[in-house]
Antibody
Framework: QLQLQESGPGLVKPSETLSLTCTVS??????????WGWIRQPPGKGLEWIGT???????YYNPSLKSRVTISVDTSKNQFSLKLSSVTAADTAVYYC????????????WGKGTTVTVSS | SYELTQPLSVSVALGQTARITCGGN??????VHWYQQKPGQAPVLVIY???NRPSGIPERFSGSNSGNTATLTIRRAQAGDEADYYC?????????FGTGTKVTVL
């Protein structure tokens, strides 16, 4: 059974770079049927799509975050990662990683989420 | 950018039917997916590709999509169905979530 686990610092200073990793267990990140994604949810607000990556490294980013986001994949470790630069308090959120099905891009497996607070 | 609009809240009496709408320009031409999120938990997929239920999701949950509106229907509502619900589509190489609807079971 595929599982996802987010990891990374829970506190990031303003203007610095937020870095998170999602570890995939129970299946290969290199499966041709899956994409992998990051979604976030600010406190008390709705879900926001950050970006998506295929095992080959091809990426899709939310246009509103594209200038600050980098998503990468490490197939040897069965992990994919998120970097968000120049963070502000508005980037404070619960960050989720998820598995997506190709062609239709829906998420059937989610990590539990990790809270990241941006504060000095 | 593509936008999805949902009602802020929907109330339903215990055992009755709740309908949650998701409005978007010509959404009927897209694949719509629905997620349930309870407080402090990650979202859970309840409907994918308009009408399909993942394994483990009760038959009480169903979906439809036509024209400019997609709808998630919850029949015989239970207290455990109280949650936030989000619709989602893929547009212009990015995911788009609806604004979210809080369902209250009375």
């Amino acid at each position: 059974q595929l599982q996802l686990q987010e990891s990374g610092p829970g506190l990031v200073k303003p203007s610095e770079t937020l870095s998170l990793t999602c570890t995939v267990s129970g299946d290969s990140i290199s499966s041709s049927s899956y994409y992998w994604g990051w979604i976030r949810q600010p406190p008390g607000k709705g879900l926001e799509w950050i970006g998506t990556i295929y095992y080959s490294g091809s990426t899709y980013y939310n246009p509103s975050l594209k200038s600050r986001v980098t998503i990468s994949v490490d197939t040897s470790k069965n992990q994919f990662s998120l970097k968000l630069s120049s963070v502000t308090a508005a980037d404070t959120a619960v960050y989720y990683c998820a598995k997506l099905w190709e062609l239709y891009y829906y998420m059937d497996v989610w990590g539990k989420g990790t809270t990241v607070t941006v504060s000095s | 950018s593509y936008e999805l609009t949902q009602p802020l809240s929907v109330s339903v009496a215990l055992g009755q039917t709740a309908r949650i709408t998701c409005g978007g320009n010509n959404i009927g031409s897209k694949n719509v997916h629905w997620y349930q999120q309870k407080p402090g938990q990650a979202p859970v997929l309840v409907i994918y590709r308009d009408t399909n239920r993942p394994s483990g999701i009760p038959e009480r949950f169903s979906g439809s999509n036509s024209g400019n509106t997609a709808t998630l229907t919850i029949r015989r509502a239970q207290a455990g169905d109280e949650a936030d619900y989000y619709c989602q589509v893929w547009d212009s190489n990015t995911g788009v979530f609806g604004t979210g609807t809080k369902v209250t079971v009375l």
